[in-house]
């Protein structure tokens, strides 16, 4: 039996386009070349990001990131 600890973000909720932008994230991308590689503008990069955050229970940016290092969104993905 798998144990789920109470602060487990609930990913299977995550859009393919918010798992676009998490593995950017993770890869040290900024939100301009994100939007440039996804064709977006900045400011809808920045909503990705803030439904994310809102998603994992991500405080900032960096700890987001963290997380979708950690969850294999890293280089290579």
Same mark, same amino acid.
């Given at each position: ?8 973000? /609930?990913?299977?909720? &995550?859009? =393919? ?10 890869? *040290?991308? #900024?939100?301009?070349?994100?939007? /440039?590689?996804?064709? &977006?503008? =900045? ?10 955050? *809102?998603? #994992? ?21």
């Amino acid at each position: 039996m798998t144990e789920t600890r109470p602060d487990t973000p /609930r990913l299977a909720s &995550l859009t =393919p386009r918010e798992e676009e932008v998490l593995a950017h994230l993770a890869q *040290g991308h #900024t939100y301009r070349i994100i939007a /440039r590689r996804m064709g &977006l503008s =900045p400011h809808t990069v920045d909503t990705y990001v803030r439904r994310l955050r *809102g998603k #994992t229970g991500s405080v900032n940016r960096t700890q987001l990131a963290h997380l979708a290092f950690q969850l294999g969104y890293g280089p290579g993905y």
